[in-house]
């Protein structure tokens, strides 16, 4: 079965951390840019960060929320089949579902969810004291 999975979310207080994970099962997330998105209650969902297909020119290629830099970290484990979303000095603002997605569009600090991309079902993250 074709699916990504989200996992490690959970409640943490502010100025902690958390790794979230986006495993792949039935097929290779390393032909695909993984981006990472959250979403709260009557608000749009967010892009956070993306990191390019191991398969183009733009391998290796990381990209993040302006909002984001410097506190959140992408990474891809190509044995593990599994990208991961650092998350440090968490704040109360970054309370939202996570969700990872396969080849979202990603410039610069621009993430933004695309056709035709496979998502995730999503992981809660809480920050609160």
């Known amino acids: 079965q074709v699916q990504l999975v989200e996992s490690g979310g959970g409640l943490v207080q502010p100025g902690g951390s958390l790794r979230l994970s986006c495993t792949g099962s039935?097929?290779?997330?390393?032909?695909?840019?993984i981006g990472w998105f959250r979403q709260v209650p009557g608000k749009e969902r967010e892009g956070v960060s993306c990191?390019?297909?191991?398969?183009?020119?733009?391998?290796?290629?990381?990209y993040y929320s302006d909002s984001l830099k410097g506190r959140f970290i992408i990474s891809r484990d190509r044995a593990k089949n599994t990208v991961y979303l650092q998350m440090n000095n968490l704040k109360p603002d970054d309370t939202a579902v996570y969700y990872c997605?396969?080849?979202?569009?990603?410039?610069?600090?621009?993430?933004?969810?695309?056709?035709?991309?496979?998502w995730g079902q999503g992981t809660q993250v809480t920050v609160s004291s």
């Open positions: 039935g097929f290779t997330l390393d032909n695909y840019a």
């Open positions: 990191i390019a297909s191991e398969a183009g020119s733009l391998r290796g290629t990381l």
């Open positions: 997605a396969t080849d979202p569009d990603c410039w610069a600090s621009d993430i933004r969810m695309a056709p035709g991309s496979l």
